[in-house]
C-alpha cells in the first residue's frame, strides 16, 4: 500500500483536532486518513498492526483488525449486448444514404467578415455605419527613425566625454561614473492625400474616417484632400468630432465630389508641403 506524506499530514492532524480514546478509534482514524482504496484494506491492517502492534496490545489489535469486515466486491458490471440488425435494401449508393442521415451544419459569415467581400459603392446605409465603426477600432502602430540628436543613456553606443567631465565635476574630480549616449528615436510622420472626387465617393468617406482615426490617435499626423484643388485637412481632423467630420468636410473642402486634377494636385503638395519632415523623410 502507497500513502505518501500527505495522507500520513493529515492522519497527524485529525490525531491533534480528535485525539483517540481506544485503540478502535485509533483504527478508524488511520484508516478513513490513510486508506487510498478499499482493495487496499489488508496491506493497511497488516501495516496498522505492524506499527501499532509495537506500541501496546498486539493481540487486541489482530482481534479488532479480525472483526473488521471489508466490505464484497462487485463484480464488474457487464452492459447487455446490442443487436444490431443490417439496414435494409437500397438501390441508392452508400454515401447518399449516410448524408441524408447526417445532420445539416450551416456555417454563416459574420455581419463584419461580409463586408470584406463587398464593394465599398453596394454598400447601404447599415453596412456603411458597420464599416465606420470597424474603422474606429484600428489602431494604427507609428513608426520610429533614428535622429542626429543624442541623448544620455546607459548603454549608449557613443562615449560622452563632457557627460562623463561634468560628473567628475560633482565627485572632487574623480571618474566614478563613465557616460554615454545614443541617437534619439524619433515617431515619423503620417501623410494622407486623399482622393475625394467624384470617381472615388465610396471610398472617400471610409478614407477621411481613418485618416481621422489616425490624427486622434498618434500626433504627427497630416491630410491633404484633392479633387480639382489640393485642400489641408490637417486642421479639421484636430477639432472636428466624429459625428460632424463628413459635414465639417464638404464645409471644407470646396470641390468635395467633382472632378480630378491628379497631376495638379501632386505639384501643389510637393510645391507647398514636401518639405523635409512632413512628406520627405520624417
Do not use: C
Request: aromatic content about 8%; glycine content about 6%.
Amino acid at each position: 500500500m502507497s500513502a505518501g506524506t500527505r495522507r500520513a499530514q493529515t492522519f497527524a492532524d485529525v490525531l491533534r483536532a480528535l485525539p483517540p480514546a481506544s485503540a478502535e478509534e485509533t483504527y478508524w482514524r488511520a484508516r478513513a486518513a490513510m486508506l487510498p482504496s478499499i482493495d487496499d484494506v489488508d496491506g493497511f491492517n497488516a501495516a496498522f498492526l505492524e506499527f501499532f502492534g509495537a506500541l501496546g496490545d498486539a493481540d487486541a489489535l489482530r482481534r479488532l483488525v479480525r472483526s473488521v469486515e471489508a466490505p464484497p466486491r462487485r463484480p464488474p458490471r457487464e452492459l447487455p449486448k446490442r443487436e444490431t440488425l443490417p439496414p435494409p435494401p437500397s438501390d441508392e449508393p452508400a454515401n447518399e444514404r449516410l448524408a441524408e442521415r447526417a445532420p445539416t451544419q450551416w456555417v454563416v459569415a459574420s455581419n463584419e467578415h461580409r463586408l470584406t467581400d463587398k464593394a465599398f459603392e453596394e454598400f447601404d446605409e447599415a453596412e456603411r455605419a458597420a464599416m465606420l465603426r470597424l474603422i474606429a477600432r484600428v489602431r494604427v502602430a507609428g513608426e520610429l527613425r533614428r535622429s542626429r540628436r543624442r541623448r544620455a543613456h546607459a548603454h549608449g553606443d557613443r562615449f560622452d566625454f563632457r557627460g562623463t567631465l561634468r560628473g567628475a565635476a560633482r565627485t572632487a574630480g574623480e571618474l566614478v561614473r563613465r557616460r554615454a549616449t545614443r541617437r534619439r528615436e524619433k515617431l515619423r510622420p503620417v501623410v494622407f492625400l486623399l482622393d475625394v472626387s467624384g470617381s472615388m465617393g465610396p471610398f472617400a468617406r471610409a478614407l477621411v474616417q481613418y485618416a481621422w482615426v489616425t490624427a486622434v490617435a498618434r500626433p504627427r499626423v497630416r491630410a491633404f484632400a484633392f479633387a480639382t484643388q489640393l485642400t489641408d485637412l490637417t486642421p479639421l481632423l484636430k477639432r472636428a468630432s466624429d459625428e460632424r467630420l463628413m459635414s465639417a468636410l464638404a464645409e471644407s473642402v470646396r470641390d468635395y465630389g467633382g472632378g480630378t486634377r491628379i497631376g495638379a494636385a501632386l505639384r501643389a503638395f510637393n510645391d507647398r508641403f514636401g518639405q523635409r519632415g512632413a512628406a520627405r523623410g520624417g
